[in-house]
């Protein structure tokens, strides 16, 4: 038997907003997670075997839907077990040859989250907040710690951020 | 071999652990939600059990829980397997009281590893395995069975005989031992401990005998019969019990802790019906209970499909009657040691085999 990660269409997924945790399982068999988070003429992102849970008891199960939607102007942030399923189709596929990862600090409610961006080129921070479109940010090698509970931390290896929940923008510069 | 249960509410993922467990030369037991999985874990007794967290209902942790509560499972090695894999999830999957953890998506290479390496630990820190030899029938030769197959089971490993019958048992005398002592030692309240209580047999086979006299005071409560079972338990792989033939709830606790029972019966009415009623009493306990037809006598014996029909259960093991044992039992020779080739030894390999697995043969 090949060592292959045995996974389906099905994204494992962790939705943040208004301080719950909600952990679901995205059909991915139409279209990827990061195209419908993108996608601007889509308000919802519908999830199946919904978990939730209060961010001050994460671990707690508190309620389960077979089926949800989740506002997506709502939620605060995404985090994925692989950085791929957190890219567009376009970014998955893609052929950049000057990519280059940016490491960065992102706050927004609940939460600091520390990952990196993927961007062509020379990094500006201003031009990049203010000039961009898009609603959101996808970061590679995420960790998003609790700012109610700072012991707790939550991994991915990928995660789409709402810019417009976004508090405060940083680079994470390395001593 | 090891036999696995899986409580999952994703069939995809039960089918997938099903076929991966099987190819190991795994049993599988399946089950598709909490309270399902928690009777499975106490009605088939697995030697491990995979338990997904995020089922509807009762939650992998609470069904973690209720399995660490319960004395029948509180040992029983079990791994979490969630898509929740965060470290505040692994927190609590150890909190809850899993030996392990992992998160989907799983590579199977790294599945079967965690798995062997429970199954390793488990079996580290695991007891040897409870048998019950019971009839509710006397004189149906429950101590000749317990006897020849605890004798054929120490070829296997380390095996403890525990006579426990309340009327001077026999299984001394089988053996050809004269116990000086015996449990009965321990219900007066001698200081004394069940290791000094275990008699060696000169086969390497060790016996706790009962008493000389029948029991006239209180026996054993449901919780020193426990305690008694599970001493023998961490000292043999396998601890066959001649069960003494009522069904107090001390002896219910017997049957609790066993992880096979060994119903013997007749073929005659008397004992087919014995065993109907038995079987009926014991309802609970039927996916643990093995029916051995032990012939009393030379006359006739229905056909085994007739009495498959009549006990509307398959039947594990027919022990033919065996003209040598009746000099055995004299001279205090058993068979398994005197005169292995006999029907009767034979018939008692078998069960011996679907005891210890195929690996056996």
């Not at chain 1, 519908?46 to 508190?62: D, K, Q, T």
């Not at chain 2, 099903?18 to 007794?45: F, P, W, Y």
């Not at chain 2, 038995?278 to 996916?287: A, E, G, N, P």
Request: proline share 7%.
């Amino acid at each position: 038997m090949a060592d292959k990660a045995v996974t389906t269409n099905w994204v494992s997924a962790e939705f943040f907003a208004g301080g719950y945790r909600i952990s679901g399982m995205y059909d991915a068999r139409h279209r990827l997670l990061g195209d419908i988070i993108y996608d601007k003429s889509v308000s919802l992102v519908l999830v199946n075997e919904v978990y939730i849970s209060p961010i001050g008891r994460p671990a707690e199960i508190g309620t389960h839907y077979t089926n949800a939607a989740c506002i997506k102007a709502n939620l605060h942030f995404l985090l994925t077990l692989e950085e791929d399923d957190a890219l567009r189709r376009d970014q998955r596929y893609g052929n950049y040859k000057l990519m280059q990862l940016v490491p960065v600090v992102i706050t927004v409610p609940f939460f600091e989250i520390t990952g990196a961006i993927r961007i062509i080129g020379r990094f500006e921070l201003v031009p990049f907040l203010s000039l961009q479109t898009e609603s959101y940010i996808t970061l590679a090698n995420v960790t998003a710690r609790s700012a109610v509970h700072p012991d707790v931390s939550f991994h991915g290896g990928g995660a789409i951020v709402n810019r417009n929940q976004i508090i405060s923008f940083g680079l994470n510069q390395q001593p | 071999m090891a036999r696995v249960l899986i409580v999952d509410d994703n069939v995809d993922m039960l089918e997938m652990l099903r076929v991966m467990l099987q190819r190991m030369g795994h049993e599988v037991i399946l089950s598709a939600d909490g309270k399902d999985g928690l009777t499975k874990a106490v009605t088939e007794m697995p030697d491990l059990a995979i338990v997904d967290v995020m089922m509807p209902g009762l939650s992998g942790y609470d069904v973690v829980r209720q399995l660490r509560a319960d004395r029948r499972t509180a040992n029983l090695a079990i791994m979490i397997l969630t898509a929740r894999g965060q470290p505040v999830d692994r927190m609590a999957a150890l909190e809850a009281g899993a030996d392990d953890y992992m998160a989907k998506p799983v590579k199977p290479a790294e599945l079967l590893q965690h798995l062997e390496q429970l199954l390793e630990h488990g079996s580290q820190k695991a007891s040897g395995k409870i048998f019950s030899v019971f009839s509710l029938r006397g004189g149906i030769g429950t101590t000749t069975v317990a006897v020849n197959l605890a004798l054929l089971l120490r070829l296997a490993g380390e095996t403890t005989l525990a006579d426990l019958s309340l009327n001077a048992g026999h299984c001394a005398l089988a053996l050809g031992m004269r116990p000086e002592r015996h449990w009965g030692l321990l219900l007066e309240g001698q200081e004394v401990t069940v290791e000094k209580l275990l008699l060696p047999h000169p086969s390497g086979l060790k016996l706790l005998a009962t008493p000389p006299l029948p029991v006239r005071a209180a026996w054993f409560s449901e919780d020193e019969v426990q305690a008694l079972l599970e001493k023998l338990a961490a000292q043999a792989e396998y601890v066959i019990v001649d069960t003494p033939p009522v069904l107090s709830p001390e002896i219910l606790r017997i049957l609790d802790l066993a992880y096979g029972i060994f119903l013997i019966s007749g073929d005659d009415p008397p004992g087919l019906q014995t065993t109907l009623a038995t079987l009926q009493v014991l309802q609970d306990y039927r996916s643990r209970i093995s029916v051995v037809i032990n012939a009393p006598s030379p006359a006739p014996h229905p056909p085994l499909e007739a009495l498959q029909k009549v006990l509307k259960m398959p039947i594990a093991s027919e022990i033919p009657f065996d003209p040598a044992q009746v000099p055995a039992l004299r001279r205090s020779a058993p068979l398994a040691l005197s005169q292995p080739e006999t029907p009767l030894v034979a018939a008692l390999k078998q069960l011996a085999i679907q005891i210890i697995g195929p690996q056996a043969k």
